[in-house]
Nanobody, 122 residues
Framework: QVQLVESGGGLVQAGGSLRLSCAASGRTFRPYVMGWFRRAPGKEREFVASITWSGDWSGGRTVYADSVLGRFTISTDNSKTTVRLHMNILKPEDTAVYYC???????????WGQGTQVTVSS
């Protein structure tokens, strides 16, 4: 089993920045994809950003939701056990619980964190 623990959420004013981190622990796990999702009050969970590797862990292709493109950046450490989300120029509509997730195979997210609250005040 793989455990994911997010941190770094909080309250920030519009235009500000936050950095979320997600640390993976547990059994040895080689991720194919690591990503961030969010769920705003009264809304469905939505994709935010992901980073995907090829079989030899080269590349690191990133994908972003249109709503965060140019403002958020996803990154990982060399060991692929921590994934971060750097959030800049935050807007009130970014308010949500943010979840990290990892998957071992294409098209799947196998493990999820408990979430961290991000609140952006206007």
């Amino acid at each position: 089993q793989v455990q994911l623990v997010e941190s770094g959420g909080g309250l920030v004013q519009a235009g500000g920045s936050l950095r979320l981190s997600c640390a993976a622990s547990g059994r040895t796990f080689r991720p194919y994809v690591m990503g961030w999702f969010r769920r705003a009050p009264g809304k469905e969970r939505e994709f935010v950003a992901s980073i995907t590797w090829s079989g030899d862990w080269s590349g690191g292709r990133t994908v972003y939701a249109d709503s965060v493109l140019g403002r958020f950046t996803i990154s990982t450490d060399n060991s692929k056990t921590t994934v971060r989300l750097h959030m800049n120029i935050l807007k009130p509509e970014d308010t949500a619980v943010y979840y990290c997730s990892v998957g071992a195979t294409p098209g799947t997210y196998d493990y999820w964190g408990q979430g961290t609250q991000v609140t952006v005040s206007s």
